[in-house]
């Protein structure tokens, strides 16, 4: 720019050799001169470090005392000739000529100015003065918001920029016509800010009037004719369940679901379960259809059921071939998560099925394309958590058992010889009683019934004595003593309490002497003979 006098100027300021011959020219009419670049703060306290420009005849712009081409670089003019003396000889006219600039320096403006940039040019070297512009036709007024009337900002805006302008030798004068596109711009901003403002609330007023007093979205009808199959695990409320059929395509929304839960008799006893609905039903019309049992894909395990059984349901439910269910059962029982006691017995080589008594009653979905052992996991996964919250290894001790895989093997006893609620606390203690080394009664044998028809699969309570003593196997418990290998059913909650918690009333024998429901106890011997003349009696025997 104007004054860091170019790159020589720059170079002789820093102590090298100026260029061209690299000796200071003198003229022989005046003294010597500071070349161009040497001009610094110090010597000349100018704007710009650099004489005032003015310009000649054609319009470039020159420098008092400094006649030297110009070229353009980069957007500015600086200097293209060597930078040596002034080839003319000061005019006694000019002040500029003689003396530094003094804007901003302590001498007055020849003109007695304000100092304002660009200076006034000295006399005779003023550039031609432009032809006025022709006024413009009268605007229409507007607000001032919109023309940028009484806007200081604007103001200042202008005034910078017409001083770069002014400095640079280019640029126009910001218009008012610029200014209220700027200002129009802006309006439309504010516009669209707020509108899009009204919109955002409008909207969310419009959910919430939806959410607090709208009817929930629902359809029509009892559905389409395609069906899907929807489980419902334990312990999940209505929302959940709601949330399940949404999500599988069967209601619309869940608070429609659970609006006609609560209106429906019975809507809130729905059980866990896999059923079987349509898609695009009414909530009102899902909420009937799943209280219907024939819409449940499940599996029920009851109480004292063996596994053989469960098998079979599993099986037929899947739509599965016979024993499939039973071969995943046998060849992948390590990986359905039995707790480890349940795998390290003294019998486990004499196990008829290491997961009898692990498939916990209860009711289990089951529908078309499950797995057989995501099923039997989530039985298993029940009976873990029913027996560690029970403290089965813990209690096992104090009833002169070994473990908690014992005590397991009783509460199934329990359940297959109990008839009803009230008999199992009695059956625990007749268990107990003949196990213990004392028992001159029958020598530590249990003699049950239920645990040879359990190795026989079958549920005879006419079995001969020339049967039973012919058979050697460990679950034949009037010829071997103590538990049979394991649980020969799946015990319930009942007789697992039971069995935790006998009586103490030295009941050592049993008979039901109607061979039904009706089980009578005994504690001798005697007793026991004439209960079984009573049986003989009722059955005909």
């Known amino acids: 720019m104007y004054g860091d006098g170019g790159w020589e100027g720059q170079q002789a300021h820093i102590g090298q050799q100026p260029a061209y011959g690299g000796q200071p020219q003198y003229h022989p009419q005046q003294p010597q001169?500071?070349?161009?670049?040497?001009?610094?703060?110090?010597?000349?306290?100018?704007?710009?470090?650099?004489?005032?420009?003015?310009?000649?005849?054609?319009?470039?712009?020159?420098?008092?005392?400094?006649?030297?081409q110009q070229y353009q670089h980069h957007g500015t003019w600086e200097a293209s000739g060597p930078h040596g003396q002034m080839p003319y000889a000061?005019?006694?006219?000019?002040?500029?000529?003689?003396?530094?600039?003094?804007?901003?320096?302590?001498?007055?403006?020849?003109?007695?100015?304000?100092?304002?940039?660009?200076?006034?040019?000295?006399?005779?070297?003023?550039?031609?003065?432009?032809?006025?512009?022709?006024?413009?036709?009268?605007?229409?007024?507007?607000?001032?918001?919109?023309t940028g009337g009484g806007d200081d900002d604007d103001d200042d805006e202008e005034h910078e920029l017409h001083s770069r302008s002014d400095r640079r030798g280019k640029g126009k004068k910001p218009t008012k016509k610029g200014r209220k596109r700027r200002n129009g711009c802006a309006c439309m901003v504010v516009v669209l800010v707020l509108g899009g403002a009204v919109g955002t609330a409008g909207y969310f007023g419009y959910k919430y009037y939806q959410n607090r007093f709208a009817p929930a979205p629902d359809y029509a009808g009892a559905g389409i004719d395609e069906t899907v199959t929807v489980e419902i695990p334990k312990g999940v409320g209505g929302w959940d369940i709601g949330r399940r059929l949404k999500d599988a395509g069967v209601v619309k929304s869940a608070a429609a679901f659970v609006h006609a839960q609560n209106e429906i008799s019975g809507g809130n006893?729905?059980?866990?379960?896999?059923?079987?609905?349509?898609k695009q039903m009414s909530a009102a019309s899902a909420v009937k259809m799943m209280l219907d049992p024939k819409s449940q894909n499940n599996v029920v395990v009851t109480p004292g059921e063996r596994n053989a059984g469960v098998y079979e349901a599993i099986d037929k439910k899947l739509e599965l071939a016979d024993g499939t269910t039973q071969k995943v059962a046998r060849n992948e029982y390590k990986?359905?998560?039995?707790?480890?006691?349940?795998?390290?017995?003294?019998?486990?080589?004499?196990?008829?099925?290491?997961?009898?008594?692990?498939?916990?009653?209860?009711?289990?979905?089951?529908?078309?394309?499950?797995?057989?052992?995501?099923?039997?996991?989530?039985?298993?996964?029940?009976?873990?958590?029913?027996?560690?919250?029970?403290?089965?290894?813990?209690?096992?001790?104090?009833?002169?058992?070994?473990?908690?895989?014992?005590?397991?093997?009783?509460?199934?006893?329990?359940?297959?010889?109990?008839?009803?609620?009230?008999?199992?606390?009695?059956?625990?203690?007749?268990?107990?009683?003949?196990?213990?080394?004392?028992?001159?009664?029958?020598?530590q044998l249990l003699q049950f019934d239920s645990t040879y028809n359990y190795l026989k699969g079958t549920s005879n309570i006419h079995i001969s004595l020339k049967e039973i003593n012919s058979n050697s196997s460990p679950y034949n418990t009037y010829r071997h003593k103590g538990l049979p290998p394991g649980p020969i059913g799946n015990p319930g909650e009942d007789a697992i309490m039971a069995a935790l918690n006998p009586t103490h009333d030295g009941w050592m024998y049993f008979v039901a002497t109607d061979g039904v429901n009706n089980t009578e106890f005994a504690r001798t011997n005697a007793e026991f003979l004439r209960l079984k003349e009573k049986f003989n009696a009722t059955s005909g025997n």
Do not use: C
């Open 90 to 146: 000061p005019d006694p006219g000019d002040p500029y000529g003689q003396q530094p600039a003094a804007y901003g320096g302590e001498q007055s403006d020849f003109y007695g100015g304000d100092g304002s940039y660009p200076p006034p040019q000295p006399p005779g070297r003023r550039r031609p003065e432009p032809e006025p512009e022709p006024e413009a036709a009268p605007e229409e007024e507007q607000h001032p918001f919109f």
């Open 33 to 68: 001169q500071p070349q161009y670049g040497e001009w610094v703060q110090e010597h000349q306290p100018g704007y710009g470090q650099g004489q005032y420009p003015y310009y000649d005849e054609q319009g470039h712009q020159q420098y008092a005392g400094h006649p030297q």
């Open 335 to 443: 990986s359905l998560g039995l707790p480890s006691w349940a795998q390290n017995t003294q019998y486990a080589g004499e196990i008829k099925d290491p997961l009898e008594g692990f498939l916990f009653p209860g009711t289990y979905p089951a529908a078309k394309g499950m797995k057989p052992d995501s099923i039997l996991k989530q039985m298993v996964a029940d009976a873990k958590s029913r027996y560690d919250a029970s403290g089965l290894t813990a209690k096992a001790r104090s009833l002169g058992l070994n473990n908690a895989f014992e005590l397991v093997t009783v509460a199934s006893l329990v359940q297959a010889e109990g008839k009803t609620h009230d008999d199992f606390r009695k059956m625990a203690e007749v268990v107990y009683n003949r196990l213990k080394p004392t028992n001159t009664e029958t020598n």
């Open 269 to 278: 006893s729905i059980q866990a379960g896999a059923y079987l609905l349509k």
